[in-house]
């Protein structure tokens, strides 16, 4: 039954007016009819939470491209043969600072992972009370499908546009343009990265590490630009689940 006073939201349960017309705070699960346990929680604290440390990864990726290109750099001339104290010294540097970047991507991915993975799986469950029949997967590979072989190469991707579409307002559809430009980005920086620590192996010597050092260079490119579009992404993801959530149920067909 839709509310005798606005015509628009669901009417209370045994009462003619919806909830915000007799001034009440509704049950989500009475706003969207979702599933027996399932109901609608702000994903803006951890939307919010993702997206700052997803800026810092940018910022540490920044860092490690600025090493990199010392490192890239110092290996080159090297490789070319120059010698003396100043050129060894240089290079000893460029190493030093590359793997403190190193250490510091390390420490924000694994932070940023953790909340992003939290705020994915929020999303993913207030998608399942927006649209409860429009999902492929189980909820639980919000989480696993990032882990399992083979399958993290797209299951989070089809995940993410079906999230995406749920949380679209009401009525409409919206592209998926900013998804797999985030995601192609995404493979990119984990494919040229897995490949330069593969090559790795038991070699040696300047041209190999000039090599590696700009494989790296390529990564941490890819890197930055798949952290900055993850982060327009978490940023519109949350604002469209908020407002869908504060906006109702989907408006009555006359």
């Known amino acids: 039954?839709?509310?005798?006073?606005?015509?628009?939201?669901?009417?209370?349960?045994?009462?003619?007016?919806?909830?915000?017309?007799?001034?009440?705070?509704?049950?989500?699960?009475?706003?969207?009819?979702?599933?027996?346990?399932?109901?609608?929680?702000?994903?803006?604290?951890?939307?919010r939470a993702a997206?700052?440390?997803?800026?810092?990864?940018?910022?540490?990726d920044l860092f490690?491209?600025?090493a990199g290109f010392l490192r890239y750099d110092a290996t080159g001339d090297l490789a070319a043969g120059a010698t003396g104290a100043e050129v060894f010294d240089r290079a000893d540097?460029?190493?030093?600072?590359?793997?403190?970047?190193?250490?510091?991507?390390?420490?924000?991915?694994v932070a940023c992972?953790?909340?992003?993975?939290?705020?994915?799986?929020?999303?993913?469950?207030?998608?399942?009370v927006f649209d409860p029949l429009g999902h492929s997967l189980k909820p639980g590979w919000a989480v696993g499908g990032w882990f399992v072989p083979?399958?993290?190469?797209?299951?989070?991707?089809?995940?993410?546009?079906?999230?995406?579409?749920?949380?679209?307002?009401?009525?409409?559809?919206?592209?998926?343009?900013?998804?797999?430009?985030?995601?192609?980005t995404w493979l990119g920086s984990l494919l040229i990265g897995r490949l330069a620590r593969s090559d790795r192996g038991d070699a040696e010597g300047a041209a190999w590490a000039h090599a590696d050092a700009g494989e790296m260079l390529v990564s941490d490119t890819f890197d930055i630009a798949a952290a900055v579009l993850a982060i327009l992404l978490v940023v519109r993801l949350t604002r469209m689940q908020h407002e869908k959530a504060t906006a109702g149920t989907a408006p009555a067909a006359f």
């Open 1 to 47: 039954m839709i509310c005798a006073r606005c015509h628009h939201f669901a009417a209370a349960p045994g009462a003619a007016l919806c909830h915000r017309c007799l001034g009440e705070s509704p049950d989500p699960r009475a706003v969207f009819g979702g599933s027996p346990g399932l109901w609608l929680r702000s994903p803006v604290g951890l939307g």
């Open 51 to 60: 997206a700052a440390l997803l800026g810092v990864v940018v910022a540490t």
């Open 64 to 66: 490690a491209l600025g």
């Open 93 to 109: 540097r460029a190493d030093a600072l590359y793997a403190l970047a190193a250490s510091a991507q390390a420490v924000t991915t």
């Open 113 to 128: 992972v953790i909340v992003y993975l939290c705020w994915f799986h929020r999303v993913r469950a207030n998608a399942q």
């Open 150 to 184: 083979l399958v993290n190469l797209w299951f989070p991707r089809r995940i993410t546009c079906e999230i995406w579409d749920a949380s679209a307002p009401w009525g409409t559809t919206r592209s998926h343009a900013l998804i797999n430009a985030w995601w192609t």
